[in-house]
């Protein structure tokens, strides 16, 4: 498992994946306070939703590319065989998932930060609510991509499925900026919930997949 999980993340880097995520993540951050001007006082005061919303979008974009190729490849049905269950492969794929997002996004929160003039104090909360979320938002987008694994625009369809379920973490995520230790805690208990319950969902899907 420790294999397929390092061969994930090289395939997510080898593809470009980080820099489309840290380019992504930029834009929204640069093009937001255009949408709302250049108040500072208002910047720092959403600018945790922002950065959170962001992130979110950030761990969709490779939704599709998580768990379809290798159900089509054959890779899965040749983990099952060799006595992984379809749970633990889900789990691997969570640990690839946040490994190959979760660092590249923590560092392009320090640029975002600075373009919404987020103080020292905010953005170590929020960089401590990411550190505590992005397993969360793996794990979703895990399940979702496992979900809509073979269904044509999953990628539309995964959104569809994702945002709802998320809400929760960006709500608590935006929070720790008001929230303190109390926020952060909170955002903990909700990602280490979906860190539990999402790789038995995804599990399920893919052995309903390879049924």
Known sequence: ????????????????????????????????????????????????????AAALLAALLPVERLVAPDLDAGVIDQLVVRGRTPATIALAKVAAHWLAFAPPLLLATLVAAALLDLSAEQLLLVLAGLALGTPGLAALAVATAALTAGVRGAGAVAGLVMLPLAVPLLIFGAGTLTGGAGGLQL???????????????AGAAIRAALE
């Open 1 to 52: 498992m420790t294999a397929l999980i390092w061969r994930d993340v090289r395939r997510y880097y080898a593809s470009g994946g980080a820099t489309l995520l840290v380019s992504f993540f930029l834009l929204v951050a640069t093009l937001f306070p255009f949408a709302i001007g250049p108040d500072a006082t208002l910047l720092a005061r959403v600018g945790g939703g922002v950065i959170w």
């Open 187 to 201: 955002l903990a208990a909700t990602s280490l919930v979906l860190l539990v319950g999402a790789p038995l969902a």
